[in-house]
């Protein structure tokens, strides 16, 4: 009797903006597969144009020519979803825009599509939490458009700092004591969570430390972007080294 061919592990592709922190989705996809996940996370960078936390320049990023043009490379991962691996340049579209990013990738891909800032909507919804605190990579006017998507999601923000970065290339740069120095100065005695929603940012590795430090959940960018994408192939996985979310 034939043995019985190897289940293909499934797979959700991410459309990551530029270099910065995308070597976290190789990590997150490890940890997950240590906890017993069976699934892929690959990831195709898409072309940015300019590297600025401004307005006019994350339209751009995020514009529908942009992420199509890396459709075809993502769906040859052999994956059943796809999401936009980016905060910034999705919620900068507003509410009603950014469901128009998804939708349109969605029907260019022809898969289920998702983006960053619906990872945190979805994440805050799942923890169970009204009130968050968001300390952000970004100037302030950029981290106010976030705040104000957030309060459209029914989320309260109690507290909302920026810190003035311009460029996803700096904030690569950053390491744990730059990202608990500003997840520290962002949070708030009324917060039941702390958001922070940069993909450029690194956090996989040292979730769980913040989590410890601030007493509350701690959302990442590049977690919620993967536990969205896991939503979207309809996978549950436990897995406490990501955080409260994952537990």
């Not at 991962?77 to 507003?94: D, E, I, L, R, Y």
């Not at 708030?188 to 702390?194: G, K, L, R, T």
């Amino acid at each position: 009797m034939a043995a019985a061919a190897a289940r293909t592990p499934r797979a959700v592709g991410f459309l990551y903006p530029g270099y910065s922190a995308e070597d976290d989705y190789p990590r997150l996809e490890g940890i997950l597969r240590e906890a017993g996940a069976d699934v892929r996370l690959p990831l195709v960078h898409t072309d940015i144009g300019e590297d600025a936390h401004r307005v006019d320049a994350l339209l751009e990023m995020g514009s529908a020519a942009r992420l199509a043009a890396k459709v075809e490379e993502v769906k040859g991962h052999g994956v059943q979803a796809v999401v936009w691996a980016c905060t910034s340049a999705s919620f900068v579209f507003g509410w009603e825009g950014a469901h128009e990013q998804v939708n349109e990738l969605s029907a260019t891909a022809g898969l289920p599509a998702s983006s960053t800032s619906f990872a945190f909507a979805h994440a805050v919804r799942e923890l169970g939490v009204e009130r968050v605190a968001v300390a952000a990579t970004y100037p302030e006017d950029v981290a106010e458009l976030f705040a104000a998507f957030l309060k459209a999601a029914g989320a309260e923000v109690v507290a909302m700092r920026g810190s003035g970065i311009i460029t996803a290339a700096e904030v690569g740069t950053w390491g744990m004591e730059e990202v608990r120095r500003m997840a520290r100065a962002g949070d708030h005695p009324d917060a039941e969570a702390v958001l922070l929603p940069d993909t450029a940012l690194h956090s996989a590795a040292w979730i769980p430390a913040l989590e410890e430090e601030l007493g509350k959940p701690v959302l990442t960018a590049n977690q919620v972007t993967a536990f969205e994408g896991l939503r979207l192939l309809g996978e549950r996985v436990r897995c406490p080294e990501l955080g409260t979310l994952f537990a």
